[in-house]
């Protein structure tokens, strides 16, 4: 199957001027662009068309470990993602249904259980113009009451 393609019009100002146009076109498209001056016979003008690319960040790990722990104890997370665009700064974030990290903000950082119970992770990468997440169970159990004597 083809990939849609994106058609833009770039109209020429009433002057016969030059004009600049933007336009976006979204990813597993293909951008088409027609160009012509409009007279007759054509006058050797030209056209130039530029853009650039971006290729959205893909997780390739995120992982727990230990994948238990007791409320108030932490468990170690760690993601990894790639970029194809090597110049793009990768940002990361962690969230959780409960609990918290010590750099939610952090590729590498420990989560904290402050709830008994399942727990759900998230870790989402971003170029800045797009991202790429997902989700970790762990599970946090009650804390030990002592032993008695």
Avoid: H
Wanted: glycine residues 8%.
């Amino acid at each position: 199957m083809d990939a849609p393609v994106e058609k833009i019009a770039i109209g020429l100002p009433d002057d016969g001027g030059a004009k600049d146009s933007q336009a976006d076109v979204i990813a597993d498209t293909v951008a088409a662009v027609d160009a012509a001056d409009g007279r007759a016979g054509g006058d050797g003008s030209s056209v130039s068309v530029s853009g650039t690319f971006n290729t959205c960040p893909a997780l390739q790990a995120a992982v727990a470990s230990p994948p238990a722990a007791a409320v108030g104890e932490t468990i170690n997370v760690n993601a990894s993602a790639f970029d194809k665009d090597t110049t793009d700064k990768l940002t990361y974030v962690w969230t959780a249904t409960a609990g918290s990290f010590a750099m939610p903000a952090a590729a590498s950082t420990t989560y904290a259980c402050s709830v008994a119970g399942a727990q759900q992770l998230t870790i989402k990468v971003s170029d800045g113009q797009c991202e790429d997440m997902n989700t970790i169970d762990v599970v946090c159990t009650a804390a030990d009451a002592g032993a008695s004597s």
